[in-house]
């Protein structure tokens, strides 16, 4: 039993030391695709078998940085570039909130001259129209006293009836008409003379 947990034991640890190596080489093909040179690192440290660690503490010793220094440098610039954003954006929304109110106050006052030239309007229709009834009244009225109302209501004394007709007889036969030409042809004459 003891024999066999010792054997677990070491393939464990060849597991582990295989995922290590497996790790130093990705870190090694990542540090030469951003320029760093593994050589100087190998030079150095010369156990193979040790930790992913050695490797980043090889370029931070040479100078180089980590690996990871260019992804952390570029989520800096896309953090400063996001703050920048987030700066504008505020910006904007302030200058948004600005003209939103501005126009909105411009709206309720285009609604109130709108609603003061609707009460205009109606009142300006609504005097038109009493005139405009007026008008025809008088117009209807003047016409019926030039006709003559044919009113012949027997409550009315017959005198009265008489001499209403009388004066409207003159206006209907056209005596009235005729009294103003004869006028006029008196007037030309005499201002001929």
């Known amino acids: 039993m003891m024999w066999s947990s010792i054997e677990n034991l070491k393939q464990n640890l060849n597991k582990i030391a295989l995922d290590v190596h497996d790790d130093d080489d990705e870190l090694e093909m990542h540090a030469s695709s951003n320029g760093y040179d593994s050589s100087v690192c190998n030079r150095r440290n010369s156990h193979r078998f040790a ?9 931070v010793a040479n100078g180089n940085g980590s690996p990871y220094n260019f992804e952390i440098e570029q989520y800096k610039a896309q953090i400063k570039r996001l703050q920048e954003s987030e700066v504008e954006i505020k910006a904007l929304s ?38 405009r009834t007026a008008h025809l009244r008088i117009s209807t009225s003047g ?28 206006i209907q036969n056209g005596l009235f008409p005729n009294m103003m030409e004869q006028a006029m042809e008196y007037y030309m004459i005499f201002n001929l003379m």
Do not use: F
Not at 105 to 112: A, F, H, M, P, V
Not at 124 to 129: D, G, Q, S, V
Not at 148 to 160: F, L, T, V, Y
């Open 94 to 131: 302030i200058n948004y909130a600005a003209i939103l109110k501005e126009k909105e106050d411009q709206i309720s006052r285009l609604n109130q001259e709108n609603g003061s030239l609707k009460q205009n309007l109606d009142a300006t229709k609504e005097a038109l129209n009493v005139s």
């Open 51 to 59: 930790h992913s660690k050695s490797v980043i503490r090889c370029l």
């Open 143 to 170: 016409i019926t006293a030039i006709k003559g109302s044919g009113d012949q209501s027997p409550k009315r004394p017959q005198s009265a009836n008489q001499a209403k007709r009388c004066g409207g007889n003159q």
